[in-house]
């Protein structure tokens, strides 16, 4: 079982601040993400998801524990090393597209690799576009596509160096409807045909319906996860927390 | 909504302090400028009245007019019989009889520069006070302001030469004063004896004035005294000369404040581009901000009227602090003047309530006009922006502004063209000035090319064509950084070439019409020329010289202005100068009458034959025929456009200085020996300079060089404003795209990229102004050394090294403005850069 795992956390330990007012972000918390599968990351607000999102993609540091994406050790890896391993082991999408507005929908897409010094292989970028239904708007400028557009832009741009992993940040947020259901259609065909590991923190129970796993995290720590969630399942899951919560005495 | 505007000013203080700085330098200039003139203005006034508070009125030989070009005319000794007849008269208390003059001081060889050489007068009618030690009353005693003995290091017992027309051996005997102060505002004074001072003046026993005191009012003694002297001698009152020298010190400060001026025009259009682009950018920023204010339910006209009232503020207070840095630095203009040589009075700063009123009005009036198009867009924000997620400036430009701003470019060049083809200068200013809010208006389209084949360079890698969209996404706003810093380098380059231009032209000129060998001239700066005529006679005596012909300075009144011309020897000047004639003769001067230069006889329609009706200072107005025309090359070189023959001046004038004398090698003698020979033999005569071709051209140039150098230091202050503006522009475009950069960072560039990116930013909009600078300042001095060959001989040369050197610095100061945003930029923290809204 060499590298079952795209990525493994064990007890990351993340404190902001000091003193009285220190918060603990991270509390012991561990996290594998199986390869090829498509996990979702759920949580109360402020119970760590994004913190430990940021951890495993190399975005920011933690206080104690490991962090191995295959066989490479990302605790105690220096800011430049984290930076060159952004270029093209890891993958974003953001809530908020992110797309840079100088550059092109296809300039966008090669930007990690143009990043990395790498040509672009560019049968995988026109079966990408085509897939995700830009073939045509690939010489367009961002501000000339639409929410759903841009965000399949940036999805693309995501899966364009076939990363290890692809982190995702809420990708449906700033979605209607008809065009989350596109784009988590397609973020589960990626992973399914594609074999792309693809990591989701959302706060939405039918968004991680589409997952083949979600792990769920309180206070700092993955205290619960099952494979093959439905919307109702999660939902459910989630109301527990919120009773947790009222059960704990001010 | 005025509250609203001083809480914007609060809240952008940052941003603002800019723009602040900006309209501070012009008005500092502005105030700076007048806080000068008022002030030697004044001090003249002082010196008059100090020099003349003892005396009710001065007698001294009668003129025409007393002062002409800045320098008060020469007047003819009196004879010592006129101290009789002033004393004989019964209401004349005291009479004092004066000597005065210019002297040189020497010590030991070395020069101490030029004083005024006056005669030693006890207080309360001499206006020096003795500060220490003793008053002169023996031959060769003198006593020298304290102002210029503390300077020169000089002290009581020190040996001197006081080099007049006779240098005379003297020793420093005390120190004096001038009013309260240790010495006069301007210059240096030298007192002596007046045996002394007639001695080194050699004026044998003439009188330069006597000073008179009487019971009577001044009006009564001074019409006494007149029906006693007859018109020959002036009986001139202290309001008299203070009229007088009021006049003298306007045309002497005239040239300085014209520089001066100029400058706070260019540093207040510095200015207002940087206004403009920080009101813009501060708008911008906030755009979502006024869509919740007007959606709140302001009006457009609201908005506007904040927006103005928030350039008002800044405004007056920039305009406050730059009348305060004005005063203040009236100080370092005044070292800076003299660092180039160009003279500016001492003493307290007259500072006016029209000066405060005049530099604020106009900076806050440049502030508020800056800020209009800023105000008008900030008016044209839409309440719904509010709910848009970003709202960048936008990326066009308007036809209407591009297609005005080359109509008025077009018409501009082709009226600042058109004097290079005979039409009136006047169009010079007028083009320039269209063609140049031609540029500004239609810059934002027009950079876009610039901007882009300089972005090629860099647009291979990702940060350089990130680095080249960024400066192309707001064109206004790169178009206005570009333009502060591309026109104060326009300036710079245009006045290097026409300065070089003129130069050339004025070496080339002199080499082409004069051929002597050597040309002795005074080493002072005397207006007329200092040549004592007895260094003529011994010239012609030398064996090395071939042939010598001395030329001699007059100033006339010709109407209203002063105008100034050459006397020479009709037969000799063809022999050291090529005389080239429209009409008659130069020799035709032999028997009377003025040759004048072509310029004058087609500007006055006059022809051979003519009578010029010239007034005199000492022989008043005479009619002379005018008996012949010369070209003007030749007329330049000689730097008068009228000329008569030395006996035509000696009838005229009663100087009997030579302004210079042109000699020829003889058969045998090279130039170079020619120099020693006369070097040699004119030793006794220090003030006295031989100089051979380069070095008299050097001198003629001499102005140039001290303007330009003059107008190379304001610019350079102004310049730095322009290079801190690339800074501020940069570093909202860090601030607009801060997600961008968090994102690019997130991506795996690395932070030296994204400070290379910065860096490339400002290397661009560096780039840009310097090619839009040289364009727009080699142009602009084609057309104006263009409209000026059409009044003198001269064609343009473009001093390659010298621009070479302003572009780099120019170039390499826009990296340096990179350097801060750029640092700034790399060290955003990747998360919270992505967070940024």
Do not use: C
């Not at chain 1, 991270?26 to 996990?39: K, M, N, P, Q, V």
């Not at chain 2, 000035?433 to 500004?440: E, H, K, Q, R």
């Amino acid at each position: 079982m060499t590298f079952q795992h795209a990525i493994e956390a064990t007890d990351l330990v993340k404190t902001y601040g000091t003193g009285p007012t220190a918060v603990r972000a991270l509390d012991h918390a561990s996290l594998s993400i199986g390869r090829g599968r498509f996990t979702a990351i759920m949580g109360p607000s402020g119970s760590g998801k994004s913190t430990l999102m940021h951890a495993m993609a190399g975005l920011d540091t933690v206080d104690a524990g490991s962090i191995r994406l295959g066989d490479l050790e990302l605790v105690g890896l220096s800011e430049k090393k984290r930076t060159l391993l952004r270029r093209t082991r890891i993958g974003f999408i953001f809530q908020s597209y992110n797309l840079v507005p100088a550059l092109t929908a296809k300039e966008n897409i090669e930007l990690p690799l143009r990043l990395a010094g790498k040509k672009a292989d560019s049968g995988w970028l026109l079966e990408l576009a085509t897939t995700l239904g830009i073939a045509d708007r690939l010489t367009h400028r961002p501000a000339e596509l639409s929410g759903g557009q841009q965000q399949r832009v940036a999805v693309a741009r995501a899966l364009a160096a076939r990363p290890e992993v692809v982190f995702a940040d809420e990708p449906t947020g700033a979605l209607d409807s008809r065009a989350s259901t596109a784009l988590l259609t397609f973020l589960r065909r990626a992973a399914h045909d594609l074999g792309q590991t693809i990591v989701m923190v959302t706060h939405d129970p039918s968004a991680a319906g589409y997952a083949d796993r979600v792990d769920f995290l309180s206070d700092g720590r993955v205290v619960d996860g099952f494979d093959n969630p439905t919307a109702a399942l999660v939902l459910d899951r989630m109301a527990r927390f919120d009773v947790e919560r009222d059960e704990v005495p001010a | 909504m005025i509250r609203f505007a001083f809480a914007q000013v609060l809240a952008h203080r940052v941003r603002l302090a800019l723009t602040v700085v900006a309209v501070m330098l012009g008005v500092s200039f502005v105030s700076g400028s007048l806080v000068l003139s008022d002030t030697a203005q004044r001090l003249f006034d002082d010196q008059f009245a100090t020099a003349t508070a003892g005396t009710d009125v001065t007698v001294r030989t009668a003129t025409a007019f007393d002062s002409g070009m800045g320098v008060e005319v020469e007047r003819d000794p009196m004879p010592a019989s006129v101290l009789a007849d002033v004393t004989a008269l019964d209401d004349v208390m005291t009479a004092v009889p004066v000597a005065k003059g210019t002297a040189r001081l020497q010590q030991q060889g070395t020069d101490l520069g030029s004083f005024q050489l006056t005669t030693w007068v006890d207080e309360p009618i001499g206006s020096y006070p003795l500060l220490d030690g003793d008053a002169p009353n023996r031959l060769g005693d003198v006593v020298i302001d304290k102002a210029a003995a503390t300077t020169l290091g000089l002290s009581i017992g020190d040996t001197l030469t006081i080099a007049g027309t006779e240098a005379v051996d003297a020793r420093i005997v005390g120190l004096a004063g001038f009013g309260d102060s240790d010495g006069p505002p301007v210059g240096s004074v030298a007192l002596t004896t007046l045996a002394t001072a007639q001695e080194v003046l050699t004026v044998r026993d003439g009188l330069s004035e006597i000073l008179v005191t009487s019971d009577l009012p001044v009006a009564e003694i001074q019409s006494a005294l007149a029906d006693e002297l007859g018109s020959d001698i002036q009986v001139a009152t202290a309001q008299d000369l203070a009229a007088a020298g009021a006049e003298q010190a306007a045309s002497n400060l005239e040239m300085l404040q014209i520089v001066l001026i100029a400058m706070s025009v260019a540093a207040l259009i510095i200015g207002a581009f940087l206004i403009a682009n920080t009101f813009s950018i501060v708008i911008s920023q906030r755009t979502r901000e006024l869509a919740v204010v007007r959606a709140a339910g302001a009006t457009g006209k609201q908005v506007l009227a904040s927006v103005l009232v928030e350039a008002l503020i800044v405004g007056a207070v920039a305009s406050a602090a730059g009348v305060a840095l004005g005063i203040v630095s009236t100080y370092g203009l005044r070292a800076l003047a003299r660092t180039f040589d160009v003279s500016i009075p001492d003493g307290d700063l007259v500072i006016l309530p029209r000066t405060i009123l005049i530099a604020v009005a106009v900076g806050v009036a440049v502030t508020v006009v800056a800020a209009i198009g800023p105000a008008r867009r900030a008016a044209a924000v839409s309440p719904l922006a509010a709910m848009r997620a970003s709202a960048a400036e936008a990326r066009g430009v308007g036809r209407f502004r591009v297609i005005a701003g080359a109509a008025l470019l077009a018409v501009g060049a082709a009226g600042s063209a058109a004097p290079s083809f005979g039409a009136p200068m006047l169009l010079l200013g007028a083009g320039l000035v269209l063609a140049l809010v031609g540029v500004v208006m239609a810059a934002p389209l027009a950079l876009r090319p610039v901007v882009a084949l300089v972005g090629r360079a860099g647009s291979r890698t990702v940060p350089g064509q990130l680095a080249r969209d960024a400066t192309l996404r707001a064109p206004r706003r790169t178009a206005a950084t570009v333009m502060a810093l591309a026109f104060g380098l326009a300036l710079m380059v245009f006045v290097s070439i026409v300065g070089d231009s003129v130069k050339t032209a004025t070496g080339a000129q002199y080499r082409e019409v004069i051929s002597a060998d050597v040309v002795i001239e005074s080493a002072g700066q005397e207006m007329l020329g200092g040549v004592h005529s007895a260094v003529y006679d011994e010239v012609v005596e030398i064996a090395e010289v071939g042939e010598a012909t001395r030329l001699k300075y007059g100033h006339w009144k010709d109407g209203k202005t002063t105008s100034a011309l050459t006397g020479l020897d009709p037969d000799a000047i063809s022999t050291v100068a090529r005389i080239q004639m429209v009409d008659g003769d130069i020799a035709d001067l032999n028997g009377g009458g003025v040759v004048i230069a072509e310029r004058v006889a087609t500007d006055r329609d006059l022809t051979v034959g003519d009578q010029l009706p010239m007034t005199f200072a000492r022989t008043g107005e005479q009619q002379l025929p005018i008996v012949g025309i010369i070209e003007d090359r030749p007329a330049q070189a000689l730097q008068t456009d009228y000329f008569v023959s030395l006996d035509t001046y000696a009838a005229l004038f009663t100087e009997d200085m030579d302004a210079s004398i042109f000699v020829l090698a003889g058969d045998e003698t090279t130039p170079a020996e020619l120099t020693t020979a006369l070097q040699a033999e004119l030793r006794d005569h220090p003030t006295v300079q031989v100089r051979d071709q380069a070095a008299v051209i050097a001198g003629r140039t001499q102005t140039v060089d001290q303007i330009f150098g003059l107008v190379t230091v304001l610019l350079a202050f102004a310049m730095v404003i322009a290079v801190l503006g690339i800074a501020n522009t940069l570093a909202l475009s860090i601030l607009e795209r801060t997600r961008e950069i968090g994102l690019l960072r997130s991506m795996g560039m690395s932070r030296g990229s994204v400070a290379l990116m910065v860096q490339v930013e400002a290397v661009i909009v560096a780039v840009a102004a310097v090619v839009t600078g040289l364009v727009l300042g080699v142009a602009g001095s084609f057309t104006a050394v263009g409209a000026l060959s059409t009044i003198a001989p001269i064609s343009i040369m473009i001093p390659v090294p010298q621009l070479f050197v302003i572009a780099g610095i120019v170039a390499v100061a826009g990296l340096l403005a990179g350097l801060a945003p750029a640092r700034r930029a790399a060290g955003l923290p990747v998360l919270e850069a992505l967070a940024h809204a």
